[in-house]
C-alpha cells in the first residue's frame, strides 16, 4: 500500500492512501472532535455520514471546510485542525445543534455520559447565541425503549445499526429540513415495527434520544414491600462490564462485588442467571442430540441444523423476519426465562410461599429480556415468571443511588441452590460460548467419553460469521456461529434455500454477543471494551472448578428432585417454548 | 442591439417535437452517425473538451472532462444519467428544452453512451413534468423505430437505451449524489464526494450526470466543429446560456444568450426594460443558491466566473429582476424561506442553521433586529457556507451575504429606523390618519375588522397602533385619503 | 417507420425531408404552403394555445385556406403567450403573441387571406444554430 505524507498542524504524519484526515491526525497525537463518526474496529461496524460537521478541518487550497471523518489524506495536504476558522465553525456548528436541543441535562437519562453533553463541556459552550424553534416530535415508550426524539440530533447511528448491521431496518430517517429525524416508518411507534428491541441503537446513541425504559422504581417498591420476597437474578455479561460504571478497567470481574451490592439494596435471594445457563444447556443439549440421533437414522423430516434460542433478540427477529422457519430453532427458553419458573415453581414452593408473593428480578446486559418477561406465554394468571429486568447501567445507577460504595465492597458468593454454575454457562454471556458450553455437553452425552481438552478455541473470536468442525468421536458435527442479526440472516437464508451445512447454529442478536448488549455500559465505539469483556468471561470460566453443565450438582439435584429428565415432561412444560408468526401486523416501509 | 444566438433551443418552437422527421430535417441523428461511424470516443472527447462546453445545470464543470473520467473508470457496467429534476423555483429552461425538442438529448445521451462505455441511460425528471414526459416517450419510441436508439444503432453494433425515472420534486434531488440515491430507491439525501457519479454513481457503477441543457448542446458541436462553438461566448465560458427572465421585467420569458453578454443587454435590450419603467434594483441570479447583482454590476459579462466573482453563481439560469418596489431583506427571506423548506436535514448547519437564519430575518423584517443580529447573520452564512455537505448548504446563505454586501443600508433602517422603504414589510409599517384631511366619517372605523380606531362623528380619528393588524381596509374605504402608510 | 440501416440512409433521409421543408416555403414552388406554428409546450398550453391550435386547424381548412399548422415547442415569448408563428411562401416569418380564436381569426382573415399589416407581431429577436 502506498503511503502519503501529509502536514497536520505543522507536524508531518505519514499514513496509508485511503486513511482518512481523523485517523491521519490521530497518528500524530492530535484528537479532532466527532458526533455522527462512529466505528467499532475489527468488527465490521462503521457510520460515517458526514453530517454533523464538527469535525470539519482547513485543508490548503479547498474553497470549504473539510469533514476530517470523511476526507481522505492526500500527498503534500497541509491540514489546520484548530486555527480560528475551524475553532469558530466548530463551536457555530455545536452551537446551532443545541439550539435545537432540550437543555434537560439535569434529568436526562444520559447525562454523564453523553457525548453531546461532554463536547458542549470539552469546547466550552456556555452560552447558545442562535436561539430560535426547536423540533418536537412525539415521545414513544416501547416495551423496553424509549424514544425521546427531541433529543436526537440526527447522527443516523441508530439507523446504521439497525440497517446495516441487524438489518432489521426498524428506524430510518424521516420528514426533511429542520424536522428531519429518524424515527420508525410513517413515524408509528417503535413497538408496530419491526424492531426486535436488541437494543443496539441504543448502545450506540450519543445522547439521550434512546434510552431503555427503566423499572429501577418497580423494583425498589418491590424491595421496600414486607410482604414480597425479592430474588434476583444476574446474567453473566453482566459481572463483566458492570465495573466500568465504578471506575474500574473494562475487563475487570466484578461477581463478588455485585452479589454484595444487590444484597445490600435487599435482595432476599441472590441467585445466578448462570444457574439457568447450564439447565438451558441440559435442554438444548440433549434437544441437539435427540435431532442428530434421528438424522443419523435416516429421519429426514427432522429440522437440523438446529439454532440457538436463548436470545430473545434474535426470537423476535426471526418471528418477524423468518415466521415459516419458525420450526427450526431450540424450543428451550432462554436463561432468563428458564430461571422464572423454577424460582415459582420449584424455589418458592421450597420455601412455602405463594408465586404471587415472590417478586423475580433481573440483571441483565440486554434490552430484549424487558420485552421477553412481559411475553403472554410467560406469564401464570396474569403474574410473569420473570417480573422486572433491569440493564446492567440501570444495576449501576440503583447502586449509586443507594450510596453503596463499590469499589470497596467485600466480595460475596451467589446464594443456593441456584446461584451455583460452571464454566460453561459463564461463557453465555460473549458469542461462540452458548455453542462452546453445548459441545462440552453433547460431546459427553453423546459419545460417553470424558472430553479431554474443554476449550474449544476454534469457536471463540469476534468474526461476524464463524463455523468450525468439532469431532464427535468419528462424527464430524458442523458448527456455525453469528452474532449481529445481519449476519444470523445470511446463515438463516441459506438454510431457507437448503444450502446449509450445519448441524447446529449459534446466533446472538447483539454484535459480540450479550456483552455487547444494549443495556451494557456504554463502549462509545471502542471495541476493545468489548474483547476485554469476552476475555473477563474465559478468564472466569477458566478458574471454575466445574466447566460443564451436566456436572453441575445443584443440576443434577433439579432433575432428581423436581424435573425429571432433560426435555421430559416437567421441563417441557416449564423451560420451553413455542414461537409465533409476527410477521403481520409489522409494518415496513417499502 | 444585443442578440440572442439559440442553440440548446436550437429547435424549440421551430419543429414539431413530436416528429421524428422535423429533427431529421434539422441535421437530427446526424451527429450521432458521425460519431458511431467515423469517430473513436477519444477523438468525440477531445472534440467537447476542445469545444469549452461547461455544465449547465450549476457547476460550471466542463463536460469534456466528465466523460473523460467517466470513461476512464473501468466498469462491467456504466450509466448515463441525465439531471432533468429543474427543481430551481422560476427555471423552465430544461423542461422547454424536452417539450420542445426532445430528440436532442436523447441523441447526446447516446453519443455520451459510446463514449464513456455506457449502455444504459436515465432521464431523471420531475413527475411535474407530464408534457415532457409524453414528448421524451414519443421521442424514443419513434427512435427505437427508426434503429437510432436500442439494439444495433443504425447497425453499427452499438447499443444503448433510456430508462424514463421519476423525481419526486424535491429540489435537493437534483444534486446529483441525491438524484442518484433517489433513482436507487433510497432517500433523497446527498453523500459526501468523493467518491464522484463519475467513479461511483447509479448501484455503484460510474455514472455519468449531466444536465438536460447541457446534453442538449453536443450534436450540434460535433456537427458544427468545435471551432464554431468556442467561438462564441467568453475566454473560460464558451457558448450561450438559456436564461429563465422572471421578476419585474417586461418581456418575462425564455432567452439564449452567448456568454459574456452583460446584464444591462439582457434586461433592457433583450427583456424589454423594468416593467412601468421603474428603476431597477437587482437580479438574483442562480436562483436560491445565487445572490444579486446590482446597478453596479449591470455592465459585467454575464459567464460563470463574473459571476462567482460578483457573490452570485450562474445556477441553472433563473434570473429575477427586482425594482424599487422590492424589499432585498424581504427578498433574502423568501429564498431562506425556500431552502428551509427543501434542505434534506442531513447535515446540521444547513438543517438548523438555515432555519436560524430565516428567523433572523424573519425578526428583522417584523421590525424586531439589532444591529447584532446583523453580525449573526453575517456569521452564520459564513460557517453555512463553510461546513455544509452539499451544495444547497454550501451555497443557500449567498442571499443573505450578497443582501448585507450591497443593501445593508436597508438591513439598518429595518433594524435602526424600523423602516421598510419599499413598503413590503408590513409589521414596519404604520396606517396614519391624516388629521388635516380627516372629516370625521367614522367609515374607517365601521370597516376595521379589530376595532383599532377610535373617534367621534365628525371628530379626527386614530389608529391604535398596537391593535392595528394591517390590513389595509380602513384606507381602502376612506373616501378622502385621509389615510396613509408611513 | 423504417430502420436506418446506415449514415448513408439517414442523410438519404434527411435530405429528402430537407427538400420537402424548403420546398414548403418557396413561393412558385407547388408544393408550397402557408405554415402555421402554435407553440405548444407547457406555458403556452397554459395560456390557452390547444384552442388557438385547433381553430387555426379546422378553421383554415373550412375557409379553403391551404395551410400546414403544427405544433412546436417554446418560442422565449413567455410574456405574450400563446404566440404562433405564420410563414407565408416566400416571405419571412412572422410571429404573433397574445393569440386567442378572435385574434386568430383575425389573422386568418386580415394577415393571410389579405395580407395587411396587423397588430401584435413579435419582433425575432434571435438567430438559431
Ligand atoms: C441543491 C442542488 C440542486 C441541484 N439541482 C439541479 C437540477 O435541478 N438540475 C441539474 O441539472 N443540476 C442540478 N444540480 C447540479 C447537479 O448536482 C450536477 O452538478 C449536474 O446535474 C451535473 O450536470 P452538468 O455538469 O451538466 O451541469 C443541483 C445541485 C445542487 C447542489
Ligand atoms: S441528551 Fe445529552 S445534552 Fe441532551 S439533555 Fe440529555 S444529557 Fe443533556
Ligand atoms: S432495538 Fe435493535 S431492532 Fe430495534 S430499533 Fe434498535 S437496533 Fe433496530
Ligand atoms: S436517535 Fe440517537 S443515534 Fe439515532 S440519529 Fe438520533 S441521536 Fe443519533
Ligand atoms: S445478544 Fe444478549 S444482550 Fe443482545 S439481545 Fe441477545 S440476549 Fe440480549
Ligand atoms: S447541505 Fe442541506 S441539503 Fe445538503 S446534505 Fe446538508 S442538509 Fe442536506
Ligand atoms: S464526525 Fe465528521 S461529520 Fe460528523
Request: with cysteine.
Given at each position: ?48 455520514p458526514g453530517g ?11 474553497r470549504n ?5 470523511n ?83 440526527m447522527?443516523r ?15 430510518n430517517a424521516v420528514n426533511r429540513g429542520f424536522m428531519a ?408 416501509e417499502e | ?5 439559440r442553440i440548446a433551443l436550437r429547435n424549440c418552437g421551430?419543429?414539431?417535437p413530436e416528429?421524428?422527421?422535423?429533427y ?24 467537447l473538451?476542445?469545444?469549452?462546453l461547461r455544465g449547465r445545470g450549476g457547476g460550471g464543470f466542463p463536460a469534456g472532462l466528465k466523460w473523460e473520467i467517466t470513461r476512464?473508470v473501468?466498469a462491467?457496467q456504466k450509466y448515463v444519467v441525465c439531471n432533468a429534476d429543474e427543481g430551481d423555483p422560476g427555471a423552465f429552461m430544461d423542461r422547454s428544452i424536452l417539450e420542445g425538442d426532445p430528440h436532442a438529448v436523447l441523441e447526446a445521451m447516446t453519443i455520451n453512451g459510446?463514449c464513456t462505455?455506457a449502455s444504459k441511460g436515465l432521464i431523471y425528471i420531475r413527475a411535474e413534468y407530464p408534457l415532457a414526459v409524453e414528448r421524451l416517450k414519443t421521442a424514443m419510441k419513434?427512435s ?5 436508439l ?10 444503448f437505451d433510456i430508462d424514463i425515472r421519476y423525481g419526486a420534486g424535491a429540489f435537493v434531488c437534483g444534486e446529483e449524489t441525491a438524484l442518484i440515491h433517489s433513482m436507487e430507491g433510497l432517500r433523497g439525501e446527498p453523500t459526501v464526494k468523493p467518491p464522484f457519479p463519475s467513479v461511483e454513481g447509479y448501484l455503484k457503477k460510474p455514472t455519468n450526470v449531466n444536465n438536460v441543457e447541457t446534453f442538449a448542446n453536443v450534436p450540434v458541436i ?15 465560458s464558451k457558448g450561450t446560456k438559456v436564461f429563465a427572465l422572471a421578476g419585474?421585467?417586461?418581456?418575462v420569458g425564455l432567452v439564449e444568450v452567448?456568454m ?23 437580479a438574483q441570479t442562480g436562483g436560491p443558491s445565487g445572490g444579486c ?9 454575464i459567464d460563470y466566473?463574473?459571476l462567482i466573482?460578483?457573490?452570485s453563481m450562474m445556477g441553472s439560469g433563473g434570473l429575477i ?10 427578498i433574502a427571506?423568501f429564498y431562506l424561506g425556500f431552502t428551509v423548506e427543501e434542505s434534506c436535514g442531513k447535515c446540521?448547519p444547513c438543517r438548523?442553521g438555515n432555519k436560524?437564519l430565516f ?25 453555512i457556507k463553510?461546513?455544509s455537505l452539499c451544495g444547497l448548504g454550501q451555497s443557500s446563505p449567498n442571499p443573505v451575504?450578497s ?84 | ?38 407553440t405548444m409546450a407547457t406555458c403556452g398550453i397554459a ?26 415547442g417554446c418560442m422565449g415569448?413567455c410574456?405574450?403567450e ?48
Open positions: 500500500m502506498k503511503t502519503i505524507k501529509l502536514i497536520i498542524d505543522g507536524k508531518t504524519a505519514e499514513v496509508p492512501e485511503n486513511t482518512t484526515l481523523l485517523k491521519a491526525a490521530k497518528t500524530v497525537g492530535i484528537d479532532i472532535p466527532t458526533l455522527c463518526y462512529f466505528e467499532l474496529k475489527d468488527m465490521n461496524i462503521e457510520n460515517r454533523c460537521r464538527v469535525c470539519v478541518v482547513e485543508v490548503k487550497g479547498r471546510l473539510a469533514p476530517a471523518c476526507t481522505m489524506v492526500a500527498e503534500g495536504m497541509e491540514v489546520y485542525t484548530h486555527n480560528i476558522r475551524v475553532l469558530n465553525a466548530r463551536r457555530t456548528v455545536l452551537e446551532l445543534i443545541l439550539s435545537d436541543h432540550p437543555a434537560e441535562c439535569l434529568t436526562c437519562a444520559k447525562s454523564g455520559s453523553c457525548e453531546l453533553q461532554s463536547m458542549a463541556q470539552q469546547l466550552g459552550v456556555r452560552e447558545i447565541p442562535y436561539q430560535g424553534e426547536q423540533s418536537k416530535y412525539r415521545k414513544d415508550t416501547s416495551p423496553a425503549i424509549i424514544r425521546d426524539v427531541d433529543k436526537c440530533i447522527c447511528r441508530c439507523e446504521m445499526m439497525c440497517n446495516d448491521v441487524q438489518t432489521v431496518g426498524a428506524l429525524v429518524v424515527a420508525p416508518a410513517f413515524e408509528m411507534n417503535l413497538e408496530k415495527s419491526p424492531c426486535t428491541y436488541c437494543g443496539q441503537c441504543v448502545s450506540v446513541c450519543p445522547t439521550g434520544a434512546l434510552t431503555e425504559v427503566d423499572h429501577s422504581r418497580n423494583v425498589i417498591n418491590a424491595l421496600a414491600d414486607p410482604a414480597k420476597t425479592v430474588v434476583v437474578q444476574t446474567a453473566p455479561a453482566v459481572r463483566a462490564a458492570l465495573g466500568e460504571e465504578f471506575g474500574l478497567a473494562p475487563g475487570t470481574l466484578v461477581t463478588g462485588k455485585m452479589v454484595a451490592a444487590l444484597r445490600r439494596l435487599g435482595f432476599d435471594y441472590v441467585f445466578d442467571t448462570d444457574f439457568a445457563a447450564d439447565l438451558t444447556i441440559m435442554e438444548e443439549g440433549t434437544e441437539l442430540l435427540d435431532r442428530l440421533t434421528r438424522y443419523l437414522k435416516g429421519d429426514k423430516d427432522v429440522k437440523l441444523p438446529i439454532l440457538t434460542s436463548c436470545c430473545p433478540g434474535w426470537v423476535n427477529f426471526f418471528e418477524h423476519n423468518f415466521p415459516e422457519m419458525r420450526e427450526i430453532p431450540s424450543t428451550a427458553k432462554s436463561p432468563q426465562q428458564m430461571f422464572g419458573p423454577i424460582a415459582k415453581e420449584y424455589f418458592a414452593k421450597k420455601l412455602g410461599i405463594n408465586r404471587k408473593n415472590m417478586i423475580v428480578v433481573s440483571i441483565m446486559p440486554c434490552l430484549a429480556k424487558k420485552y421477553e418477561c412481559q411475553r403472554d406465554e410467560f406469564k401464570v394468571d396474569g403474574d410473569p415468571d420473570v417480573n422486572f429486568s433491569l440493564s446492567t447501567r440501570e444495576l449501576a445507577h440503583l447502586i449509586k443511588a443507594s450510596n453503596i460504595d463499590f469499589s470497596s465492597l467485600p466480595e460475596d458468593d451467589f446464594d443456593n441452590p441456584l446461584g451455583e454454575s460452571t464454566g460453561a454457562s459463564v461463557i453465555f454471556g460473549t458469542t461462540g460460548g452458548v455453542i462452546e458450553a453445548a459441545c462440552r455437553t453433547a460431546y459427553e452425552l453423546y459419545t460417553g467419553k470424558k472430553l479431554e481438552k474443554v476449550d474449544f478455541k476454534e469457536l471463540r473470536g469476534l468474526e461476524n460469521v464463524r463455523h468450525a468442525t468439532i469431532d464427535f468421536d468419528g462424527l464430524p458435527i458442523n458448527i456455525g456461529i453469528a452474532h449481529g442479526l445481519g449476519n444470523a440472516r445470511k446463515l438463516l437464508e441459506d438454510i431457507r434455500d437448503g444450502k446449509s451445512q450445519f448441524h447446529a447454529i449459534e446466533i446472538m442478536a447483539c454484535p459480540g454477543g450479550c456483552i455487547g448488549g444494549g443495556g451494557q455500559p456504554y463502549h462509545h465505539g471502542d471495541s476493545e471494551v468489548i474483547k476485554l469483556r469476552a476475555s473477563a468471561l474465559y478468564r472466569e470460566d477458566a478458574g471454575k472448578p466445574i466447566r460443564k453443565s451436566h456436572e453441575n450438582p445443584f443440576i443434577l439435584e433439579l432433575y432428581k428432585d423436581f424435573l425429571g429428565k432433560p426435555c421430559g415432561e416437567k421441563s417441557h412444560h416449564l423451560l420451553h417454548t413455542h414461537y409465533f408468526d409476527k410477521s403481520a401486523g409489522v409494518f415496513v | 442591439m444585443a442578440r440572442q444566438i421551430v419543429i414539431d416528429r421524428i422527421e422535423d431529421i430535417s434539422r441535421d437530427g441523428y446526424m451527429a450521432l452517425a458521425t460519431v458511431l461511424t467515423e469517430l473513436s470516443p477519444e477523438a468525440v472527447i477531445e472534440i473538451k476542445k469545444s469549452g476512464k473501468q462491467d459510446y462505455g419513434q427505437r423505430e427508426m434503429g437510432l436500442g439494439n444495433n444503432i443504425l447497425q453499427t453494433g452499438f447499443n460535433i456537427n458544427k466543429g468545435w471551432e464554431w462553438f468556442a467561438s462564441i461566448g467568453t475566454e473560460k419585474k421585467i417586461n418581456n452567448p459574456g453578454t452583460t446584464l444591462r443587454e439582457v434586461i433592457y435590450e433583450i427583456g424589454g426594460g423594468i416593467q412601468g419603467g421603474k428603476e431597477f434594483k437587482a447583482l446590482t446597478k453596479k454590476h449591470l455592465d459585467t459579462p466566473d463574473n466573482a460578483a457573490g429582476v427586482m425594482d424599487e418596489d422590492d424589499c432585498m431583506v424581504a427571506k446540521s438548523i436560524r428567523e433572523l430575518l424573519e425578526k428583522i423584517t417584523q421590525g424586531n433586529g439589532t444591529m447584532e443580529d446583523i453580525d449573526k447573520l453575517r456569521n452564520l452564512s459564513t460557517v463553510d461546513t451575504l443582501t448585507i454586501e450591497n443593501f445593508i443600508g436597508e438591513y439598518h433602517e429595518h433594524v435602526k429606523d424600523k423602516k421598510c422603504r419599499s413598503k413590503v414589510c408590513k409589521s414596519m409599517m404604520q396606517y396614519l390618519v391624516v388629521p388635516e384631511k380627516c372629516i370625521g366619517c367614522t367609515l374607517c372605523a365601521r370597516n376595521c375588522p379589530v376595532n383599532a380606531i377610535s373617534g367621534e362623528r365628525k371628530q379626527v380619528h386614530l389608529i391604535d397602533q398596537e391593535k392595528c393588524i394591517k390590513c389595509g381596509a380602513c384606507m381602502e374605504k376612506c373616501k378622502f385619503n385621509a389615510i396613509i402608510i408611513n | 417507420m423504417a430502420i436506418l440501416e446506415s449514415i448513408k440512409s439517414l442523410t438519404e433521409l434527411r435530405e429528402k425531408l430537407k427538400a420537402k421543408q424548403a420546398a414548403l416555403s418557396q413561393k412558385d414552388n407547388p408544393q408550397s404552403t402557408i405554415q402555421v406554428k402554435v395560456s390557452g394555445s390547444r384552442p388557438v391550435y385547433d381553430f387555426m386547424k379546422e378553421e383554415l381548412s373550412k375557409r379553403n385556406i391551404p395551410a400546414l399548422v403544427s405544433q412546436v415569448f410574456y405574450a400563446p404566440t404562433i408563428e405564420v410563414t407565408m411562401p416566400g416571405k419571412s416569418p412572422v410571429i404573433f403573441g397574445f393569440v386567442n380564436t378572435k385574434k386568430a381569426d383575425e389573422i386568418i382573415e386580415r394577415f393571410i387571406r389579405k395580407g395587411e399589416v396587423i397588430d401584435g407581431v413579435i419582433p425575432m429577436n434571435y438567430e438559431t444554430a
